[in-house]
């Protein structure tokens, strides 16, 4: 059974920065992609960030050139650094792991933004 878990969340001024981070447990041979999504009050569940098993990533416009997306295979972690955050930036953010043709999430950590 893989369970996910993030960590990092929190409350920030606006302008400030976070760490998000995922670590996987279970049996697991290989992950083909991470990622973060985030679900804001009354909207739905979007992309952040997602990071392919070779490296290569991809990032919603909202977020480019503030957050950066990272994993470690080796650990099966995956982080999520959160600079120049913004109000709208404030959401629940969940981590996904692809492992061959499965989807798995983790519960959430909610991120607020104070202006």
């Known amino acids: 059974q893989v369970q996910l878990v993030e960590s990092g969340g929190g409350l920030v001024q606006a302008g400030g920065s976070l760490r998000l981070s995922c670590a996987a447990s279970?049996?697991?041979?290989?992950?083909?992609?991470m990622g973060w999504y985030r679900q804001a009050p009354g909207k739905q569940r979007e992309l952040v960030a997602r990071?392919?098993?070779?490296?290569?990533?991809n990032y919603a416009d909202s977020v480019k050139g503030r957050f950066t997306i990272s994993r470690d295979g080796a650990k099966k972690t995956m982080d999520l650094q959160m600079n120049s955050l913004k109000p709208e930036d404030t959401a629940v953010y969940y981590c996904?792991?692809?492992?061959?043709?499965?989807?798995?999430w983790g519960q959430g950590t909610q991120v607020t933004v104070s202006p």
């Open positions: 996904q792991y692809i492992i061959y043709t499965r989807v798995y």
């Open positions: 279970g049996s697991i041979l290989s992950i083909n992609t």
């Open positions: 990071i392919g098993s070779t490296g290569s990533t």
